[in-house]
DNA sequence: AATGCATATCTTGCATACAATCGACCGACC
DNA sequence: GGTCGGTCGATTGTATGCAAGATATGCATT
């Protein structure tokens, strides 16, 4: 039997994150409860939990909303990814096993499949992909601080999760960047990986300020579900 | 009225860094709730939070424990807290206003004298008016997630808190540092600002790592309140 | 005597009842 | 007519009762 607070806390995470409860949408305990099948208590915990990765911030006797965040916001966000994918890129490269790195390897190959135009794109498949690849090197890294901060910082409401907000050129240098990351932690060079790394995560981070800029191609709030 | 929680929380923060519970000791609910004349819900939610902020460690149906670090703990904290203190000086830098600056060399001073040996000197003291001058730093770094994150990582049991352990060239080398910062700052130099707090970080890691493998002079210890 | 299992007890996890606080609405007074 | 104050409603914060899981202990069995 699973405990009923990571039932809620994953259901509200995701539910976060796929725009069920949209930016600046209240957060009642009570109606959680409900929806989820169980009592206030673990609800608690669950938008506790949630506050300190910053998915949901709480006020003092006036309940829970979900934060819009601003452009200074992704900023902030995005340099802190920077600075932390970068460090763990580092760390990894000094640690990582030849195994994980040909799993790296055939993940690019993968996600490079998954990103060639045509009726076999499957730009959802890609984001399943990348989150293994970026997964594998985050365990590397082998500091559950830095690993903590990270999903802190990372699984955050439309910062990631998506590639369609990517041109083909964008799917064109991620892929380059994987490639290369691998390349760099199979040399176990720990400034090449950082610097790789450091360089992936501002190309994304132009992605979603450009796209945040001129809001069109954005699809994120259509989803339902 | 604050919330019992709150009182919770500092009051089992303030216990647990002051050594009342030391590493290993066992905390029970039942138990804090009866010390701190409150019931079990607010202790849960505390709990919760010092989780995350890796005070103390709880496992599902186990209870919460006071985490004992290991030396291999140690030295990735303060690998973080180099990271993060680091970028926070960097941001500082083109940030920070003259009249902050100003306030950090005094303090400086201040920490000078109660730094020089003799009657005079007031370790303790240090330590309050350390933790105003990092503060102007990280306020000045103007990043809500960067100041949480390095929150969490830098205000650890025997991590801080004292200068007891610092040696008369530990402590010139310190006041050497924050000067510097301090000038660092006021001529906007991210890059010397982020160099000098890297280096001021690594002097404090190395003195703790020192005071760990011939532990001596610890005197954490041996405090009872 | 040692090991495995069952049980007893203690602790945490969850649910619900009660209290405190905040915001909104309405009325009175200026 | 506008503004200030009070009361009401709703929601969060706290306390406690109950259930489920885990560890420890003791007995039976090999």
Redesign the interface.
Known sequence: MV?AVDRVYARLRADILDGVHPPGGRLGEAELAGQTGSSR?PV??AL??LE?E?LVEVL?HRGARVPDLTPEDLE??Y??RM??EG?AARRAATRITPKDVDRMDELCGLMERSAAPGDGQDLDRIAELNAEFHGIVRAAAA????V??LN??VQLPLVTRTFHRYSPDDLARSAAHHRELAAALRAADGTWAESVMRAHVLAAKAVLLRAVDRPGNDDTETRTS
């Open positions: 405990r208590t608690r915990e506790r939990r300190v910053g003092p902030e966000i340099d802190l600075l932390l460090a500091s559950v601080r830095l903590s901060m802190a910082v």
